[in-house]
């Protein structure tokens, strides 16, 4: 199926079927039906796919495809953003930048929001992370796990308190990958405690 999707000539159904692929871990297949794409959704796909697999280099040489096809683009500046943050606290800066210019340019949005919090997180500014994670949740009233996740990581960061936004996130997203992965962690430490406890 995927040679037939890859080949066929409709790039909103190559698109469609990587994303498909995507969504379901199937990484290499999703590359497939995209990376010989023109498009800048095709390129901007394939740019988020290479960061999957830790190409990061590959990734770079797919934004440089977009800035020649449009340096002014929103999937340009996102991919810049994403190649930043996958550069490390090095380029981390970089991303906060960009993120800043497309916030001034199209006003703020939780994705906006979320990824300047990361940028300011891998600067190691885990105060204006909160902040601007604080401001999403005020601003879209709307409860969005992302943001949730990481005003908790900032917390733990910060030595706050981090129950309220573990509380929001379990009565709003009862069934998220976060919360399966924290009830393992608190069980295994539970069970190893057992093992220290002295008696009384």
Do not use: W
Not at 21 to 40: I, R, W, Y
Not at 161 to 190: C, M, N, P, T, W
Request: aromatic share 6%.
């Amino acid at each position: 199926m995927k040679t037939l999707v890859a080949s066929d000539g409709s790039p909103s159904v190559q698109l469609y079927a990587s994303q498909l692929f995507l969504s379901h871990g199937l990484t290499k297949d999703a590359l497939q039906c995209v990376h010989l794409g023109v498009t800048m959704e095709h390129i901007s796909m394939a740019l988020q796919i290479y960061l999957r697999l830790d190409r990061v280099d590959l990734a770079h040489a797919q934004l440089e495809l977009l800035r020649q096809a449009d340096e002014d683009a929103v999937l340009t500046s996102l991919g810049a953003v994403h190649v930043a943050l996958a550069g490390g606290r090095s380029t981390a800066a970089d991303a906060a930048h960009y993120l800043n210019s497309l916030s001034e340019q199209y006003g703020p949005s939780p994705l906006i929001l979320n990824l300047s919090a990361c940028a300011h997180c891998m600067t190691g500014d885990y105060e204006e992370a909160e902040t601007k994670l604080l401001d999403c949740k005020r601003e879209f009233q709307t409860p969005d796990a992302d943001t949730l996740i990481n005003l908790i990581v900032c917390s733990q960061y910060l030595n706050k308190d981090s129950a309220e936004y573990i509380q929001e996130l379990k009565e709003s997203f009862a069934s998220h990958a976060f919360l399966a992965g924290l009830d393992r962690v608190e069980g295994a430490f539970a069970r190893e405690s057992i093992k220290y406890k002295v008696a009384a």
